[in-house]
């Protein structure tokens, strides 16, 4: 029997679905130190902890992936740049923006979905048109782009918002309960797709349907919200206060493309196996 035959059951997938045993309490742990000092939270420490984490680690990742591609150093580093620049130009942008309050409701325009959706409908279809970064995605392991969205888990802090009263609840539970099973199962999801059976090529497409699905309900709240079609006594849904509105302003949109990214991928691979 050959390695794409092997099911979800085999030795990686049994050790996929058991990280959850440790990535679970984890979690929980987190949710609870960020509820018993709000101040950490508000501080920005974690989220510029994170946010830098996750930058580098997309820059790492795409680079290896771009060392797999049958490129020359020069087309690496073209395509290299042509993604970082942009990425790294728009998180200082919304950066600064947050710091200084620009997202903070009150305006005629509700500039949190706008910041949340415009990169996507502008850097979504050039990313999946692109051909370089479809030579990347062909070269690059299948589950790194899962993995990569355990930073999904950090989303708990609207549940944490929610609990202290400053996020509407029927916002924060949707979209914290949401992001948190996201990232919980983007492990499990990634090793077992590690294992190239079928069964977990197909649970990372409903990994990634699940993903956005999230993204949606949580975006269409929001923008009920700060639209006033859905009354909860608050602005916006979250405040459009620095930290937590990078989550919607710039976590969100980069989330959104990498399951696009995800799915293009997972859509080759599952093609190239029927021809």
């Known amino acids: 029997m050959s390695a794409g035959t092997l099911s979800v059951e085999s030795p990686s997938g049994r050790r996929g679905w058991h990280s959850?045993?440790?990535?679970a309490p984890l979690a929980a742990l987190w949710v609870a130190v960020n509820l018993a000092f709000p101040a950490l939270g508000a501080s920005g420490v974690p989220t510029v902890t994170s946010r830098v984490a996750i930058h580098v680690v997309i820059a790492l990742?795409?680079?290896?992936?771009?060392?797999r591609a049958e490129l020359t150093p020069s087309q690496r580093r073209n395509v290299w740049l042509a993604v970082m620049i942009p990425?790294?130009?728009?998180?200082?942008?919304?950066?600064?923006?947050?710091?200084?309050?620009?997202?903070?409701?009150?305006?005629?325009i509700p500039v949190v979905p706008i910041a949340a959706?415009?990169?996507v409908i502008i850097g979504a279809p050039i990313l999946l048109r692109s051909v370089r970064i479809g030579q990347v995605l062909d070269a690059m392991p299948a589950s790194w782009l899962v993995a990569l969205q355990v930073f999904r888990i950090?989303?708990?802090?609207?549940l944490v918002g929610w609990a202290h009263g400053v996020v509407p609840g029927v916002f924060a539970l949707p979209a914290g309960i949401g992001d948190l099973l996201t990232g919980l199962f983007a492990v499990p999801v990634s090793i077992?797709?590690?294992?190239?059976?079928?069964?977990?090529?197909r649970a990372a497409i409903a990994w990634n349907v699940f993903g956005l699905a999230d993204f949606a309900?949580?975006?269409s709240i929001g923008i009920a919200i700060s639209l006033h079609v859905i009354d909860t006594g608050f602005a916006s849904a979250t405040g459009g206060?620095?930290?937590?509105?990078?989550?919607?302003?710039?976590?969100?949109?980069?989330?959104?493309m990498l399951h696009a990214l995800s799915l293009r991928q997972l859509w080759r691979r599952g093609h190239a196996r029927r021809i």
């Open 20 to 23: 959850l045993i440790w990535l």
């Open 61 to 67: 990742g795409l680079w290896l992936g771009l060392e």
């Open 87 to 108: 990425l790294t130009l728009w998180l200082a942008v919304v950066w600064s923006a947050a710091i200084n309050g620009f997202f903070k409701p009150g305006g005629a």
């Open 117 to 119: 959706l415009g990169p």
């Open 154 to 158: 950090l989303g708990s802090t609207f």
């Open 192 to 201: 077992s797709l590690a294992s190239g059976s079928q069964d977990a090529h």
């Open 217 to 219: 309900i949580a975006l």
């Open 241 to 256: 206060a620095y930290p937590v509105v990078l989550i919607p302003a710039f976590a969100v949109p980069s989330a959104i």
